[in-house]
């Protein structure tokens, strides 16, 4: 069992559709982080927010806007994405962003864009 | 950027076999993180190792750290097939950004 929760687990959406993915984490972590995976690689950074501040952005497309409502909240929201989106988005979170410290993932939301 | 290498890619064993996946960095790194990823699983942490020269063992699993600290190595002895994964080590940087390495995937055959 996961201590980050992530949802939906899968999500199909069109181009043209607005969703949002979700993630939980209750463990106290003031850091947390966005990752994007395809089938047979390794996870890619998207963001990192800590204590609820976007403090990376690593170069990503406008169509992914994340957002940290509060300490145990993160949310990815999308809109007009395109079919090369279509992966393994995995959130983690760490006590802070301090190098060496392990990051707990969730189990992900699989998303398929039409 | 920073790039971190691992090899191989893909490894079939069988049960009772030794394994070894080899990470190499660009770059000196603070510290590198391993994490294992079962198949429609997530990563989950395994270890973090820190100083130069450092081996650290889990069980079956043994770790260790390179002296210039730009590479590192997961040594699991005696598969089994619970050891089914992919194996990723991660390159830590400063604001805890790890950079992971194309990753292992380990099969056992039983």
Same mark, same amino acid.
């Given at each position: ?22 993630? &939980? /984490?209750?463990? =106290? ?7 994007? /995976? ?13 204590? &609820? ?13 994340? &957002? ?5 909240? +993160? ?8 079919? &090369?989106?279509?992966?393994?988005? +995995?959130?983690?979170?760490? /006590? ?6 392990? /990051?707990?993932? =969730? ?6 864009? +039409? | ?83 089914? !994964?992919?194996?990723?080590?991660? !390159?830590?940087?400063? !604001? ?15």
């Amino acid at each position: 069992d996961t201590e980050v929760t992530q949802t939906p687990k899968h999500l199909v959406m069109g181009m043209t559709n607005k969703k949002s993915l979700k993630c &939980e /984490q209750h463990m =106290g972590h003031r850091a947390m982080y966005w990752y994007k /995976q395809k089938a047979k690689k390794p996870p890619e950074l998207m963001f990192v927010y800590s204590y &609820e501040k976007l403090s990376i952005n690593e170069s990503v497309p406008s169509r992914f806007s994340p &957002e940290c409502p509060n300490s145990s909240l +993160l949310n990815l929201h999308l809109h007009a994405l395109q079919p &090369e989106d279509s992966a393994l988005y +995995l959130c983690a979170s760490s /006590q802070v962003t301090g190098t060496g410290l392990p /990051q707990h993932f =969730g189990d992900g939301t699989r998303l398929s864009i +039409l | 950027g920073q790039q971190v290498m691992q090899i191989p890619q893909y490894q079939h064993v069988q049960e009772g076999e030794d394994f070894t996946t080899y990470c190499n960095s660009s770059t000196t790194l603070s510290n590198i993180q391993w994490y294992k990823q079962r198949p429609g699983g997530h990563p989950v942490f395994l270890i973090q190792l820190v100083k130069s020269g450092e081996v650290k063992k889990q069980k079956r699993l043994t770790f260790q750290f390179g002296e210039a600290k730009k590479n590192s190595s997961l040594h699991i002895t005696a598969t089994q097939t619970t050891d089914v !994964g992919t194996y990723f080590c991660a !390159g830590n940087n400063a !604001g805890n950004m790890l950079t992971f390495g194309g990753g292992t995937r380990l099969m056992v055959k039983p």
